[in-house]
């Protein structure tokens, strides 16, 4: 009579053996001899026989092939499989071995649970240390290799388990017999069902000529050769695997951070390039310093660091992101001393975590268009966190920038023309100003606030500029064949393009297509563009004064107003910004700045508009100051070309034949025939 039922009995068995099993993976790892597999064997109703397999292989094999190995027989008394089976594996274990030791490369593994670490005998070889007694820690490794690269093995052994990573560094060995003693000292990372680290196994090879030369070229393909960080290259790859992890882990959490070097280009303008590589490096060590072990840091563009933020925490002392993230950012703007001057930088950051994203680009697109949103706000040089309404945000102005370009094809951008007025001579008509507006649909308008500031982002203020600039020649040629022959029309111009190479080229081919006299062409720039290269400036000035082309400063006292300024640049009027004129009849500082502007413009014997004038009481006070020329609503509001031609036919005032013919002589000929008031390709 049986008491147990024996397949019962088996089966608890192999379950008590296999969890067994497990509990001696650390001891293996150690090279000791321990039992590793049990195997149950009922010889009779109340004898049971458990067979102990002992074994020294260094590195785990597959459970299941080992039961096929095993192969559960029936029940039998007779010792000899027994003892053939504990011989094979023996002979296995000896030819591992000898394949181990003949092979030029040292294996090593790392049990993360107990902390202990296994070498080959190749290993210890390598490491020159067949003398250590630290054989199963990672101390043998650092007594036989140089401080610094112990520390870089720390870091990279750190982040391997932190995200999973595989790593491969050079270390150079101390007090090295033969050679220079440097070796190639690689891992893997083992992952269990979980996505956590059981163990890392790696290898160890002597550093030949070959693998120098194979490492010299890793560093140019993604390291930034000028601050030793990474590149944009190595930056996205980097990028691809936090997002890859994150997919496969919901509770990994990264970041993405952007770094702006505000007005980085009037550091090499007014120092020079050299001063400029300094201040990158500079700033790349700073970010450096704050950074934890293992973020990734790397310079994306001439001015623009960014930096991978892995496994970060909230509310957790100095691992939490905006802690990371400020250290940084007060780091990095300190003053730089440099050639015994002392540099003042602005720095601008934003910063996205991967939430709600699935891609690299997602996350970049979040985080630029929050960095965009910074340098655009009030809060300039400080740090922007990404958030939904800034996404709702970039959407619309991505598709806004689409549409500009459609536009632009479509021809979809109109001239609307305000007319400026000669108070001194009956209040007539002497210019107009050319004002872009979006004809979107049929008598649906888009006021150029809404769309300029994009397109000077995006750079499309380019071609829409030149795009306005031939539509109001052509106007102005019209109305010059119309018999307005003095009549003027004022196009502003942006600093993007008063900063292109071939400006004048493309103006004198504009001119020389629409034949327009250069005497009727006016191009209105900002104080800010007038001065921000100030040298450069005056040569284009005078060019085009050369060419008998009027030039206006617009939205004059907004900016960098300079009496030295005006007296160097060869401008022909100033204009005085709306923003005076609103309150110069109630607000005496209004008053007395709107008077001080009209003093200068008559010092310096400069013409001088009031914009946005749109009361009585607004144009008495101006003409009381002697201000002649007017431009605002209450005159006129822009108008469209045939309503500015009716305009024209009621307030034009013809400049008197001697001034007509004065002004016909002094304008010089460019590079074609001149007849009369056109000229001719």
Same mark, same amino acid.
């Given at each position: 009579?049986?008491?147990?039922?024996?397949?019962?009995?088996?089966?608890?068995?192999?379950?008590?053996?296999?969890?067994?099993?497990?509990?001696?993976?650390?001891?293996? #790892?150690?090279?000791?001899?321990?039992?590793?597999?049990?195997?149950?064997?009922?010889?009779?109703?109340?004898?049971?026989?458990?067979?102990?397999?002992?074994?020294?292989?260094?590195?785990?094999?597959?459970?299941?092939?080992?039961? !096929?190995?095993?192969?559960?027989?029936?029940?039998?008394?007779?010792?000899?499989?027994?003892?053939?089976?504990?011989?094979?594996?023996?002979?296995?274990?000896?030819?591992?071995?000898?394949?181990?030791?003949?092979?030029?490369?040292?294996?090593?593994?790392?049990?993360?649970?107990?902390?202990?670490?296994?070498?080959?005998?190749?290993?210890?070889?390598?490491?020159?240390?067949?003398?250590?007694?630290?054989?199963?820690?990672?101390?043998?490794?650092?007594?036989?290799?140089? !401080?610094?690269?112990?520390?870089?093995?720390?870091?990279?052994?750190?982040?391997?388990?932190?995200?999973?990573?595989?790593?491969?560094?050079?270390?150079?060995?101390?007090?090295?017999?033969?050679?220079?003693?440097?070796?190639?000292?690689?891992?893997?990372?083992?992952?269990?069902?979980?996505?956590?680290?059981?163990?890392?196994?790696?290898?160890?090879?002597?550093?030949? %000529?070959?693998?120098?030369?194979?490492?010299?070229?890793?560093?140019?393909?993604?390291?930034?050769?000028?601050?030793?960080?990474?590149?944009?290259?190595?930056?996205?790859?980097?990028?691809?695997?936090?997002?890859?992890?994150?997919?496969?882990?919901?509770?990994?959490?990264?970041?993405?951070? #952007?770094?702006?070097?505000?007005?980085?280009?009037?550091?090499?303008?007014?120092?020079?390039?050299?001063?400029?590589?300094?201040?990158?490096?500079?700033?790349? %060590?700073?970010?450096?310093?704050?950074?934890?072990?293992?973020?990734?840091?790397?310079?994306?563009?001439?001015?623009?660091?960014?930096?991978? &933020?892995?496994?970060?925490?909230?509310?957790?002392?100095?691992?939490?992101?905006?802690?990371?993230?400020?250290?940084?950012?007060?780091?990095?703007?300190?003053?730089?001393?440099?050639?015994?001057?002392? &540099?003042?930088?602005?720095?601008?950051?934003?910063?996205?975590?991967?939430?709600?994203?699935?891609? =690299?680009?997602?996350?970049?697109?979040?985080?630029?268009?929050?960095?965009?949103?910074?340098?655009?706000?009030?809060?300039?040089?400080?740090?922007?966190?990404?958030?939904?309404?800034?996404?709702?945000?970039?959407?619309?102005?991505?598709?806004?920038?689409?549409?500009?370009?459609?536009?632009?094809?479509?021809?979809?951008?109109?001239?609307?023309?305000?007319?400026?007025?000669?108070?001194?001579?009956?209040?007539?008509?002497?210019?107009?100003?050319?004002?872009?507006?979006?004809?979107?649909?049929?008598?649906?308008?888009?006021?150029?606030?809404?769309?300029?500031?994009?397109?000077?982002?995006?750079?499309?203020?380019?071609?829409?500029?030149?795009?306005?600039?031939?539509?109001?020649?052509?106007?102005?040629?019209?109305? =010059?064949?119309?018999?307005?022959?003095?009549?003027?029309?004022?196009?502003?111009?942006?600093?993007?393009?008063?900063?292109?190479?071939?400006?004048?080229?493309?103006?004198?081919? =504009? #001119? &020389?297509?629409?034949?327009?006299?250069?005497?009727?062409?006016?191009?209105?720039?900002?104080?800010?563009?007038?001065?921000?290269?100030?040298?450069?400036? =005056?040569?284009?000035?005078?060019?085009?004064?050369?060419?008998?082309?009027?030039?206006?400063?617009?939205?004059?006292?907004?900016?960098?107003?300079?009496?030295?300024?005006?007296?160097?640049?060869?401008?022909?009027?100033?204009?005085?910004?709306?923003?005076?004129?609103?309150?110069?009849?109630?607000?005496?500082?209004?008053?007395?700045?709107?008077?001080?502007?009209?003093?200068?413009?008559?010092?310096?014997?400069?013409?001088?508009?009031?914009?946005?004038?749109?009361?009585?009481?607004?144009?008495?006070?101006?003409?009381?100051?002697?201000?002649?020329?007017?431009?605002?609503?209450?005159?006129?509001?822009?108008?469209?070309?045939?309503?500015?031609?009716?305009? #024209?036919?009621?307030?034009?005032?013809?400049?008197?034949?001697?001034?007509?013919?004065?002004?016909?002589?002094?304008?010089?000929?460019?590079?074609?025939?001149?007849?009369?008031?056109?000229?001719?390709?």
């Amino acid at each position: 009579m049986r008491l147990f039922d024996e397949k019962v009995v088996l089966r608890f068995l192999l379950v008590i053996a296999s969890v067994f099993f497990a509990a001696f993976i650390p001891e293996i #790892l150690s090279g000791k001899e321990r039992l590793i597999w049990a195997i149950p064997y009922i010889l009779a109703d109340f004898f049971l026989v458990v067979v102990a397999v002992l074994y020294r292989f260094p590195i785990i094999g597959n459970r299941k092939r080992m039961r !096929e190995d095993v192969n559960i027989a029936p029940p039998t008394a007779d010792p000899t499989p027994i003892r053939d089976f504990k011989k094979d594996l023996m002979e296995r274990d000896e030819l591992f071995q000898m394949m181990v030791d003949i092979s030029a490369s040292g294996f090593w593994t790392f049990d993360v649970i107990t902390g202990k670490v296994y070498w080959s005998r190749r290993a210890i070889k390598l490491l020159q240390a067949e003398s250590s007694t630290m054989l199963d820690s990672f101390d043998l490794l650092k007594e036989r290799i140089v !401080e610094s690269d112990w520390l870089q093995f720390k870091k990279a052994l750190q982040v391997a388990l932190e995200n999973g990573e595989k790593f491969s560094l050079t270390v150079n060995l101390l007090k090295a017999k033969s050679g220079e003693g440097s070796l190639m000292l690689s891992g893997h990372v083992q992952m269990n069902d979980s996505g956590h680290p059981i163990r890392i196994v790696g290898a160890l090879n002597e550093y030949s %000529d070959k693998q120098a030369q194979a490492k010299q070229n890793y560093y140019y393909a993604y390291q930034d050769a000028l601050t030793g960080v990474y590149n944009r290259k190595f930056f996205l790859e980097k990028l691809k695997v936090d997002v890859d992890m994150a997919l496969k882990r919901p509770d990994y959490l990264f970041a993405v951070a #952007l770094l702006d070097i505000d007005r980085f280009g009037a550091i090499n303008t007014s120092y020079s390039i050299n001063v400029g590589d300094s201040v990158l490096r500079v700033v790349a %060590d700073r970010i450096k310093a704050q950074c934890r072990v293992g973020d990734t840091i790397a310079r994306i563009g001439p001015d623009v660091f960014a930096i991978v &933020l892995h496994d970060i925490k909230f509310n957790d002392d100095d691992n939490d992101i905006k802690a990371v993230v400020r250290r940084i950012h007060n780091a990095v703007k300190q003053p730089i001393q440099l050639e015994g001057r002392e &540099l003042y930088i602005g720095v601008s950051m934003a910063v996205a975590l991967n939430r709600e994203v699935d891609c =690299v680009e997602d996350i970049m697109a979040n985080v630029t268009s929050s960095l965009r949103e910074m340098k655009k706000s009030v809060a300039h040089g400080g740090i922007q966190f990404f958030s939904g309404g800034i996404r709702e945000k970039a959407m619309k102005l991505y598709k806004l920038e689409f549409d500009i370009r459609r536009a632009l094809q479509a021809r979809e951008f109109v001239l609307f023309y305000q007319p400026i007025v000669d108070i001194a001579n009956g209040n007539r008509v002497s210019a107009f100003e050319a004002l872009v507006r979006w004809n979107q649909s049929e008598n649906r308008f888009i006021s150029p606030a809404e769309f300029i500031p994009i397109a000077e982002e995006t750079g499309l203020i380019i071609p829409m500029g030149a795009q306005i600039l031939r539509m109001a020649c052509l106007q102005a040629k019209a109305w =010059v064949d119309q018999g307005f022959t003095d009549i003027q029309v004022a196009v502003n111009f942006s600093a993007k393009q008063f900063a292109l190479d071939n400006m004048i080229d493309d103006i004198k081919q =504009v #001119l &020389l297509e629409t034949h327009l006299n250069p005497k009727n062409l006016k191009l209105e720039i900002t104080e800010y563009t007038a001065v921000c290269e100030a040298e450069k400036t =005056v040569k284009i000035m005078k060019a085009l004064s050369g060419m008998g082309i009027q030039i206006s400063i617009d939205d004059f006292g907004t900016g960098y107003s300079s009496l030295s300024y005006l007296k160097q640049f060869p401008i022909h009027t100033l204009k005085m910004d709306k923003s005076f004129i609103d309150h110069v009849t109630d607000d005496e500082e209004d008053a007395s700045f709107a008077r001080m502007v009209i003093g200068i413009a008559k010092s310096l014997n400069l013409d001088l508009i009031a914009e946005g004038v749109e009361s009585e009481e607004q144009l008495d006070f101006l003409k009381s100051e002697g201000c002649k020329l007017i431009q605002g609503f209450y005159f006129s509001k822009p108008l469209s070309a045939d309503k500015a031609y009716e305009y #024209l036919q009621q307030h034009y005032l013809p400049a008197s034949s001697a001034t007509a013919e004065k002004a016909a002589m002094d304008i010089p000929v460019i590079e074609r025939g001149y007849v009369g008031e056109s000229y001719i390709p």
